[in-house]
């Protein structure tokens, strides 16, 4: 028998036996230690498991859709642009429908049953029809001549096609939109739950970014920067386009005017313009898909449909 002391207390064991409790307390520590590793683990694998399944249901509710159509596209069957509770789809039984909440119709082509296998195409000259084949069962009759249109489901709920291009900042890339979306879907989820937020790509006529506010799509952002510069970025780093206003004012704020024209203004000067004016009309500008920033108007045609609209900033 051994005698083994630690500050005033006295233990009373054998070598055998305290090599015992050592063992004993050594195995204790490395199962607590794996048991810790595993719920590291475990967490670890429950953050990938829950990124996948939030970008699964992001994917299969259309949270990261598309709400514009160019001109020159199509929607087949089954196929939806959507734009917050508004979805904008190509039914199965051939009727072009908009939805709220995916329930309650807010407007409807009224070609259920009238053919097979439809699709709804915005064509060059600003006309959206829905064909059957090769046949059109419904247009909007909106035709102009050939130039640039786009169809928007905005987030008041109205679905307007707007054209032709007033002004461009001419910086369109040459990166394919299939792939713009492909990158853009990835990158949204990243912002999504990085930040919980989602970024808009269209200022309505009458809206103003102010120092600090951007517009973004994909890895194009549009900012009025803090020292007067409108700038559009690719990647957050390399400018495509610029105003060359930097230094030239203070509080700067870049206003989409009720006439079509785009300005840059410190106080009560503007200090920059896109000298597109045109008379008062519904007018948006644009960050595209493709790296380039349009405003179209004024509206073509329309589903007036709007509700109580309110922006997601």
């Not at 794996?34 to 953050?47: D, I, P």
């Not at 299969?60 to 020159?72: M, Q, R, V, W």
């Not at 960050?287 to 922006?311: C, H």
Request: with cysteine; hydrophobic share 35%.
């Amino acid at each position: 028998m051994t005698i083994y002391k630690r500050g005033t207390h006295e233990y009373y064991t054998s070598i055998p036996t305290l090599q015992s409790e050592v063992r004993r307390s050594n195995t204790g520590l490395k199962q607590a230690y794996r048991g810790e590793k595993r719920e590291a683990m475990a967490r670890s694998s429950l953050h990938a498991w829950a990124t996948l399944a939030l970008l699964g249901l992001l994917l299969s509710t259309g949270a990261l859709a598309e709400d514009i159509l160019f001109n020159g596209e199509t929607l087949n069957t089954g196929e939806f642009l959507e734009s917050g509770p508004y979805r904008f789809i190509m039914q199965t039984d051939c009727n072009l429908v908009l939805y709220v909440n995916r329930t309650r119709a807010l407007w409807a082509s009224g070609t259920n049953g009238r053919g097979s296998n439809c699709r709804a195409t915005l064509q060059n000259n600003g006309n959206l029809v829905v064909v059957s084949g090769s046949d059109i069962i419904w247009s909007s009759n909106s035709s102009r001549g050939s130039n640039s249109y786009r169809l928007i489901v905005q987030s008041d709920g109205n679905v307007v096609i707007y054209g032709g291009a007033l002004w461009a900042t001419n910086t369109r890339e040459a990166m394919a939109r299939s792939s713009l979306r492909e990158w853009a879907t990835l990158a949204l989820l990243g912002l999504l739950l990085a930040t919980g937020a989602v970024a808009e790509d269209i200022l309505f006529n009458g809206e103003t970014l102010n120092a600090g506010e951007f517009l973004e799509n994909g890895p194009y952002r549009f900012i009025m920067q803090t020292d007067c510069n409108l700038v559009l970025y690719v990647n957050r780093t390399r400018a495509l386009w610029a105003s060359g206003t930097n230094g030239r004012g203070s509080n700067c704020r870049a206003t989409l005017q009720n006439n079509g024209n785009l300005v840059v203004v410190s106080g009560s000067d503007i200090i920059w313009s896109s000298n597109r004016p045109r008379g008062s009309n519904s007018y948006r500008l644009i960050v595209q898909s493709d790296g380039n920033v349009v405003i179209y108007g004024g509206a073509l045609w329309a589903t007036n449909t709007v509700q109580n609209r309110k922006r997601r900033l």
